[in-house]
């Protein structure tokens, strides 16, 4: 009787002691596996972070280089206020002086005349005059303007640049809406690369030929500062889809256009 005592005591402590091992490595196991599930969503939160960069508010824009003024307007010109939006004409009080400059491969070229009031002198109409189709020029003009809280007089300058345009601009068929749209949906995936507001801008020039056709896209100036935005830019500029129709000059017939896609952040373009 007591060896069978001693025998099915024995068998107790070791079926306990298998228990409290498999409740051991159960718990183990239960930690590890919490362990894993944390680590993998605290990587997956982190992915998640990367992929979802907040992306500043951006500009996209498709335009003639600088602000259009049609040929006929600019060699009827006869003053400076011919070339100057009502909110420039309100700050003039007086005129000090005003320089017409040709602008040639983006630079201030040597060609350039000299006036001392708002109508133009003989010298600027020739300069003006002898202007072609998407020639560039730029007026500065020195004036006195009165500071709205002071009432006194202040020595400012401006100087809008202007391109010179044809009557009818070429022109997207499907609207310029559209065309925006194609570039904004088509770029938004590559935004995620951007890294708080450190954006820059970028132009790239394209001309639409005679036939309605984009040619002849370059990097024009300047870089978002991230090569595979640059890259994916120009790319969706030269895949434009759908057509253009050409620009024409007073006679009706078409013509090459050149126009500027610039791109960047709101507050910088």
């Not at 993998?40 to 996209?60: G, Q, W």
């Not at 500065?140 to 401006?158: C, D, Y």
């Not at 997207?172 to 690369?193: C, P, Q, R, T």
Request: hydrophobic letters at 35%; aromatic letters at 8%.
């Amino acid at each position: 009787m007591k060896r069978r005592v001693i025998i099915f005591s024995t068998i107790l402590a070791i079926i306990s002691l298998l228990v409290v091992s498999f409740t051991n490595s159960n718990t183990t196991n239960i930690d590890e596996a919490k362990s894993s599930d944390s680590n993998m969503f605290a990587l997956e939160s982190k992915n998640i972070k990367r992929v979802t960069n907040k992306i500043p508010d951006l500009y996209y824009g498709v335009d003639t280089r600088f602000a259009a003024i049609k040929k006929s307007d600019v060699h009827n010109a006869t003053t400076i206020y011919d070339f100057l939006n009502e909110g420039e004409k309100k700050q003039i009080a007086h005129i000090n002086a005003v320089e017409l400059i040709i602008v040639e491969n983006n630079q201030l070229s040597e060609k350039r005349a000299y006036g001392e009031n708002e109508y133009l002198t003989d010298a600027q109409i020739k300069l003006l005059k002898a202007t072609e189709y998407f020639s560039h020029f730029t007026i500065r003009t020195e004036f006195k303007a009165t500071n709205n809280e002071t009432g006194k007089l202040e020595e400012r300058f401006f100087g809008p640049h202007i391109t010179v345009v044809p009557n009818k601009q070429a022109a997207y068929i499907n609207g310029e809406n559209a065309l925006i749209k194609y570039l904004k949906d088509n770029s938004k995936e590559d935004m995620h690369v951007i890294k708080g507001d450190k954006l820059g801008a970028i132009k790239i020039s394209f001309t639409i030929t005679k036939e309605g056709i984009v040619s002849n896209v370059k990097h024009d100036a300047m870089t978002t500062g991230y090569p595979s935005i640059d890259k994916k830019l120009i790319q969706l500029i030269k895949n434009i889809p759908g057509q253009w129709t050409p620009a024409e000059n007073t006679r009706g017939e078409k013509m090459d256009q050149e126009l500027v896609f610039t791109f960047g952040p709101k507050n910088g373009c």
